[in-house]
């Protein structure tokens, strides 16, 4: 693998790593995510076949760019209110409302 492409697998794996703690979460049993990214991006430094390694850093920028647009589209459906249930996101975005200001909800909106 050439300096230049070393240098951009660093790149997408520091962005894929960075979208997978962001998006599927940094919890102990959702460890095996991160480890079989390391994995794979340490067993395929040593390919010596540009092509292979053009290939496989374009995977994972495939893959992350797959994880941030579920975690976008996820949003948005929040946001425009589409077949999902919004209510614990509103009782969330309520709290911190009136925590912003000193108060607590009271407790017909705390389950």
């Given at each position: 693998m050439g300096s230049q492409q070393a240098m951009e697998a660093f790149?997408?794996?520091?962005?894929?790593?960075?979208?997978?703690?962001n998006h599927i979460g940094k919890e102990e049993y959702k460890k095996h995510f991160s480890q079989y990214i390391a994995e794979q991006f340490r067993k395929n430094s040593q390919l010596s076949d540009p092509s292979l390694v053009a290939q496989r850093i374009k995977l994972a920028n495939d893959y992350?760019?797959?994880?941030?647009?579920?975690?976008?589209?996820?949003?948005?459906?929040?946001?425009?209110?589409?077949?999902?249930?919004?209510?614990?996101?509103?009782?969330?975005?309520?709290?911190?409302?009136?925590?912003?200001?000193?108060?607590?909800?009271?407790?017909?909106?705390?389950?």
């Open positions: 790149k997408v794996y520091r962005v894929l790593l960075k979208a997978v703690k992350t760019y797959l994880l941030n647009s579920v975690h976008h589209h996820k949003d948005l459906l929040f946001s425009y209110n589409i077949a999902v249930d919004r209510s614990d996101e509103m009782k969330r975005i309520l709290g911190k409302s009136a925590a912003s200001v000193g108060l607590k909800l009271p407790e017909v909106y705390q389950r």
